[in-house]
């Protein structure tokens, strides 16, 4: 599959990394429950991934039972994607830190509002898929049909009934 352009994905290419990701570094991540950061977290663990909090300002501490790292490079699993919840002006520092890891992370993924080309660029050199200016949790909403519950038209039609996991109703990107 060719490289997506930055300003505009194919739905395919956004499913094809919330399938495959199993392993979420959320550098940015805040304990506070207002913060947008704290709802991507909790919804993200809710849809069965395994997210790792990032944020120096409070490693050893927990955010939602998950240990709270200072770096990318002490998180002790290999990281699938990389969530970035910092401003666009930061995504290159945490692109370049991703890109010493060993493993590589399958992804960088940028917020909402958040791009930056000059990182998209040295993660796509390297192999690495990159969405920019996106939220996985609005995403995985959407392209599950589970955004349209609340009416809102989410493109993605379905006659598939939702199934319970775990307490809540799953539409399933998550074959697991």
């Known amino acids: 599959m060719s490289e997506p352009q930055h300003d505009t994905y194919p739905d395919s290419y956004i499913r094809a990394i919330l399938d495959d990701v199993k392993t979420i570094a959320m550098v940015g991540a805040s304990p506070n429950t207002v913060r947008p950061s704290y709802f991507v977290l909790k919804y993200m663990l809710s849809k069965g991934y395994e997210v790792f909090p990032i944020?120096?300002?409070h490693a050893g501490k927990e955010i939602l039972g998950q240990t709270v790292y200072a770096s990318l490079a002490d998180v002790p699993s290999?990281?699938?994607m990389v969530d970035i919840f910092r401003n666009s002006d930061a995504a290159l520092a945490v692109t370049q830190e991703a890109l010493q890891l060993s493993p590589l992370p399958k992804v960088i993924w940028m917020q909402?509002?958040?791009t930056n080309d000059e990182a998209a660029r040295l993660a796509e050199a390297a192999?690495?898929?990159v969405v920019m200016n996106r939220c996985p949790?609005?995403?995985y909403g959407r392209l599950s049909g589970e955004i349209g519950w609340t009416g809102v038209n989410s493109r993605t039609l379905s006659a598939k009934r939702p199934a319970l996991k775990g307490g809540f109703q799953h539409r399933g990107l998550r074959k697991d």
């Open 55 to 57: 944020n120096p300002g």
């Open 78 to 80: 290999p990281i699938d």
């Open 112 to 114: 909402l509002s958040v």
């Open 127 to 129: 192999g690495v898929r």
């Open 137 to 139: 949790k609005i995403e």
